[in-house]
């Protein structure tokens, strides 16, 4: 081989060795150094976390009948980078869904990988969509299983049961009082899907199951809260007032069997509630409970042996004059026993009985019965009521806070209080 060939030779060797050099570099520096960089941009292009939703714990009555359950809908979603013709998608899916294009449209346009399109599909509706999606070969849309939430009843308990916002939460209620337990944990799941946006599920990847809700019992009785809601109606029907409550309570637990409000609303249709019909009244609304509230007077005078039942109290035949004020009966009374004050509900009587113990001990018997403080029920907004203390009573505050004036309380505390009398005095 002369010179000229061996030259020419070395320099296509070397040529080839270095074309080969360079590639084997770009080789490793792909595999090697820049792998867990192209990894993950192939992995936003191709790899989706979805949720997988835990079921929401029911809500039971007493007797196991259901209050609150749920029902399979879907959440339908879509993933900006990966329509396939947005201007194509959105005619099937704002006519299946009932969603204004121009508002779709704006959506699909975001640039996001997650959009929620609706929550809340029946699952019928998701599937004539899947349909037409997938006869138009048109991806990038896609399906989430979920559940929404269903009151068999209606407006039975509704401010008792309360209800859930769209991502499941409790917001009212024992749904929201009970959250922690009827929630569960959300799972996931990370798949890889192709270029139709379909999944390969040989390339699911890691995976979390959901835990779902746990089932709560009430103390209440659809039964008796039936037979409550028909009586408040018809009070509502004779005395037309603007508001009401009836609690149902044993007197021995304090089980709650029973409560209803009116006004009240459709937890079904909870979108069309007014405020005033979604309060709960029978533990937010403050009143002067008038003469049912004697029975405390009463007791403070007895527990304390000032008077026996049978002892009797000049009433002043109607008309009595203290601190310089004119307290009435609705009637004239002479002497009426301790139970006849109560029976014949008797203004000057009742005064008389919280002035046997004084305004220190009467106070005391007050809070004793559970005023000024919430009684504790496992729903969300009790208020505390009002009672002022003694120092801030005026002269003649000891004759009218027996009759239920200057003094703010709760239906519930009330009913806890008639419960303390029926149950032998324990609170």
């Not at 009948?65 to 396939?84: F, G, M, Q, R, Y």
């Not at 409790?170 to 009970?178: D, K, P, R, T």
């Not at 409550?228 to 029907?237: L, Y």
């Not at 609303?265 to 049912?292: C, H, V, Y």
Request: charge should be neutral.
């Amino acid at each position: 081989m002369n010179p000229n060939s061996r030259s020419r030779c070395v320099l296509v060797c070397a040529a080839f060795i270095g074309l080969f050099s360079i590639f084997s570099f770009r080789l490793i520096y792909l595999q090697a150094i820049k792998h867990d960089e192209y990894a993950g941009l192939a992995a936003e292009k191709h790899v989706y976390k979805q949720i997988i939703y835990a079921e929401r714990g029911t809500i039971l009555d007493a007797n196991s009948e259901v209050l609150a359950h749920n029902i399979p809908v879907e959440t339908v979603v879509a993933d900006a980078t990966h329509l396939s013709n947005p201007e194509a998608i959105v005619g099937p899916v704002s006519n299946e869904l009932g969603i204004p294009s121009r508002q779709l449209a704006e959506k699909l346009n975001s640039g996001r990988r997650y959009i929620v399109i609706k929550r809340e599909v029946p699952e019928h509706t998701a599937n004539a969509l899947r349909e037409k999606l997938r006869a138009g070969n048109l991806r990038g849309i896609y399906f989430e299983h979920d559940a929404t939430r269903i009151y068999p009843n209606g407006s039975m308990l509704c401010h008792v049961i309360g209800f859930t916002d769209f991502d499941h939460r409790g917001i009212q209620g024992v749904e929201a009082s009970m959250e922690e337990y009827l929630h569960g944990q959300d799972g996931y799941r990370f798949i890889e899907h192709n270029r139709a946006g379909q999944e390969i599920v040989p390339y699911r990847g890691q995976e979390r199951a959901p835990r779902d809700g746990y089932q709560i019992h009430l103390t209440v009785d659809l039964g008796l809260q039936n037979i409550v809601e028909n009586e408040i109606d018809a009070a509502m029907q004779q005395y037309s007032p603007q508001k009401a409550t009836i609690i149902l309570m044993r007197p021995r637990t304090g089980e709650i069997l029973a409560m209803a409000n009116r006004p009240h609303f459709d937890l079904n249709l909870r979108s069309e509630a007014k405020p005033e019909q979604m309060k709960n009244r029978a533990i937010i609304d403050m009143m002067e409970p008038g003469s049912t509230f004697k029975i405390v007077a009463a007791a403070a005078a007895l527990n304390e042996r000032k008077l026996r039942p049978d002892s009797e109290v000049f009433c002043e035949n109607g008309l009595w004059k203290f601190g310089g004020a004119a307290l009435h009966d609705h009637r004239s009374f002479s002497y009426l026993s301790v139970r006849d004050i109560l029976i014949k509900s008797s203004n000057i009587g009742a005064a008389k009985l919280a002035l046997s113990v004084g305004e220190q001990k009467f106070y005391e018997y007050i809070r004793r019965f559970g005023f000024g403080e919430r009684t504790g029920i496992e729903l969300p907004g009790e208020i505390n009521g009002l009672i002022r203390p003694p120092q801030s009573w005026s002269k003649i505050s000891i004759t009218r806070i027996p009759m239920g004036h200057e003094i703010g309380v709760t239906p519930l505390q009330m009913t806890v209080a008639m419960a303390t009398i029926a149950n032998g005095g324990k609170l």
